[in-house]
């Protein structure tokens, strides 16, 4: 039997709840997971049949910590390890606890707000909900930055490859890595650029989002150090998030991925520079306030979970 993916390659929708629990200390948390593995799967189901057209779905990551916790199969998903901290010379891709990560999007919003109050409702009596991002599209999947965001994502039959583990891992075929960030932007410092110079941190024309030449990107700019090559990919859906009273506005940054080793080019590349030093110069207007890596497993897998 072909295992059964969470919907990780689907393209980004209008609406997106992030959501990151954390276990209380000194409590038995198994039976409420097998709960809300049970409720992934209806959600999933309802979703199809009533909102056929909008694209809803909610799908559910695990970390390591997480992982040894709830007593789930071992050995582990090959690259599923809590997230090291990439220091930089200037800027560092920080490093945070995060248990189970829920991704809900719709293109009506309240879908996903019924998935993450059901969500809540299982899991408030064991575990803390440590960060909730309500992401919109913004324009034509802008960036509160103003640029396009996800140029580079692979289309059709390549998402699935590079976002879906393969024959490498054979126990956890079908399932995905997951990393996110939460970035919160400096918009008064960018705001204080030129378009001309924006630009040139990004890698890419504002308006029409077209790629500059070789020859004319700069060897600091956020294209040049994001992308590791045609043969290391992600999935990206990032989505755009912003709060007027507390001035908080950013980019949640969200990767799936064949295997995280792909994830790790990118982040040295970003922070230690390539070469050492050569950092991106996007992280002198973004700051990255959380990161966590989590393991997607197959509906099967979940399946299975819920009844254990």
């Given at each position: ?18 959501m990151v629990w954390n276990f209380k200390d000194n409590l038995e948390v198994r039976a409420f ?6 409720l992934l799967i209806n959600l999933n189901n309802s979703a199809n049949v009533r909102f056929p ?119 956890y075929k079908g399932g995905s890595y997951l990393f996110v960030q939460k970035y919160v932007h ?123």
């Amino acid at each position: 039997m072909n295992p059964d993916s969470q919907n990780v390659t689907d393209y980004t929708n209008n609406n997106t709840i992030f959501m990151v629990w954390n276990f209380k200390d000194n409590l038995e948390v198994r039976a409420f997971f097998n709960q809300v593995c049970s409720l992934l799967i209806n959600l999933n189901n309802s979703a199809n049949v009533r909102f056929p057209v909008s694209r809803a779905s909610c799908v559910m990551g695990i970390g390591y910590d997480a992982w040894l916790r709830l007593g789930l199969p071992v050995p582990l998903p090959k690259e599923l390890a809590d997230f090291a901290p990439v220091v930089g010379e200037k800027h560092t891709a920080v490093s945070s606890k995060g248990d189970l990560h829920f991704h809900i999007r719709a293109d009506n919003h309240s879908i996903c707000y019924d998935m993450a109050a059901a969500i809540a409702d299982v899991l408030t009596p064991v575990a803390t909900c440590t960060e909730e991002i309500h992401g919109f599209r913004y324009w034509d999947s802008r960036s509160i930055l103003g640029f396009v965001d996800g140029t580079e994502n692979p289309h059709g039959q390549d998402r699935e490859y590079f976002g879906i583990v393969g024959d490498d891992d054979p126990v956890y075929k079908g399932g995905s890595y997951l990393f996110v960030q939460k970035y919160v932007h400096d918009l008064t410092a960018w705001k204080g650029l030129s378009t001309e110079q924006q630009e040139k941190v990004i890698g890419r024309s504002k308006s029409n989002d077209i790629e500059m030449a070789d020859e004319v990107k700069p060897s600091n700019s956020h294209i040049a150090l994001a992308n590791v090559g045609d043969d290391f990919k992600i999935v990206r859906d990032n989505m755009p998030f912003g709060n007027m009273s507390t001035n908080e506005m950013g980019t949640y940054f969200i990767a799936y991925a064949s295997t995280f080793s792909t994830v790790q080019k990118m982040l040295n590349n970003m922070f230690i520079g390539s070469p050492e030093g050569n950092y991106d110069r996007i992280l002198d207007f973004s700051t990255p306030k959380t990161g966590s890596l989590f393991f997607v497993p197959t509906f099967n897998m979940i399946d299975d979970f819920s009844s254990n």
